[in-house]
């Protein structure tokens, strides 16, 4: 899951570089690329044992 939001974040920067131009929906993307990966982590601490 982690290599998914990785992926989806690198795209969304390199489409926002790319373009050389803010563009909203791009970082409302990058945004939720973020909070995906904070959201799976903070549910990977929750499981017992997954880091034995």
Avoid: C
């Amino acid at each position: 899951m982690y290599i998914y939001g990785a992926s989806g974040l690198w795209t969304h920067t390199q489409e926002m570089m790319k373009k050389g131009k803010f563009d909203a929906i791009e970082f409302a993307n990058i945004v939720l690329d973020i909070i995906y990966h904070v959201v799976i982590t903070i549910m990977l601490f929750q499981v017992p044992g997954v880091f034995r």
